[in-house]
């Protein structure tokens, strides 16, 4: 190749570039060279070296692919330099081989142990070392398991509110069918329970208001049907003191029967006439 200087005009012995080549500031190219388009765009020897130090650079931190016929060592080789990086590559892990699977699911956020799970507000503790347990098991992440079980809280919340309110709801309509009896009624239901060993769940639900209203007409039915066959249960205090608006419950109930039977001994129908009789008369007396 013959070097050619350059004068001071920029111009020299070997004549200009071709079109789309080097410029005339790189010297000493050939003509097949200096015609290339790649070095249109180097202004001189100084930026063309400068650019071949880069892509030295480049190629030496680039990393080749394997080819299909590589063997186990520079496969392996391959990804102990893609894991060297520390670009967030994770080795996809056997699944079946519970070591494996543990430092997989741990990198992507799973605590060593049950206990490494995040607290959620709101949730038993019992059922949250047996949730722990379960996504321990099935690596679960920290982020993940406080998802799950904040939405199950939530969910258990929402049911619970609903439950709470068609209660009350019910025991609005039931006050409203007592009326001036309610507490009364109430009363007896709980002294009844606790005097037949009822569950403590159940008078512990009465005493606290956290009865639902079928119960309390299913005990009140109990206690009017044991007074009914006869039973003195004074002693228990189960009976209850006589209000208005017992009375006059006792005396609906007699004339419903009156009415009803019509096979009555009548012997039997003058009992519960007179009866009614007097309960009217004590009617009378608690509202003069």
Do not use: C
């Amino acid at each position: 190749m013959k070097n050619v200087l350059m004068d001071e005009a920029g111009s020299g012995e070997g004549g200009g570039a071709g079109a789309g080549g080097a410029p005339e500031g790189i010297a000493g190219l050939s003509d097949e060279l200096r015609s290339n388009p790649t070095l249109k765009d180097f202004k001189d020897v100084n930026a063309l070296a400068q650019s071949l130090i880069e892509t030295k650079k480049m190629v030496g931190n680039s990393v080749r692919i394997p080819g299909p016929d590589a063997g186990e060592a520079d496969i392996q080789a391959f990804k102990d330099k893609l894991l060297s990086a520390e670009l967030g590559v994770i080795p996809t892990p056997d699944l079946n081989n519970p070591e494996e699977a543990a430092k997989f699911f741990m990198k992507l956020g799973a605590p060593e142990e049950p206990t490494g799970y995040t607290k959620v507000e709101g949730m038993d503790p019992t059922r949250f070392d047996s949730l722990s347990k379960l996504a321990h098991q099935a690596g679960i992440t920290d982020k993940q398991f406080k998802q799950v079980a904040g939405a199950m809280v939530q969910e258990g919340n929402t049911a619970n509110e609903a439950i709470l309110a068609e209660r009350q709801q019910g025991i609005d309509s039931l006050k409203t069918e007592w009326g001036e009896a309610y507490a009364q009624k109430t009363a007896r239901a709980q002294r009844l329970a606790e005097a037949t060993k009822a569950p403590q769940g159940l008078i512990d639900a009465i005493s606290n208001n956290a009865v639902d209203a079928g119960t309390l007409r299913w005990l009140d039915a109990v206690a009017a049907g044991i007074g009914g066959e006869g039973m003195n249960l004074k002693d228990i205090g189960v009976v209850t003191t006589d209000t208005k608006a017992e009375l006059e419950e006792q005396r609906d109930e007699l004339t419903r029967r009156l009415q009803s039977d019509e096979r009555m001994p009548q012997s039997e129908r003058e009992r519960l006439i007179a009866k009614n009789v007097d309960i009217n008369a004590r009617i009378l007396a608690l509202t003069g």
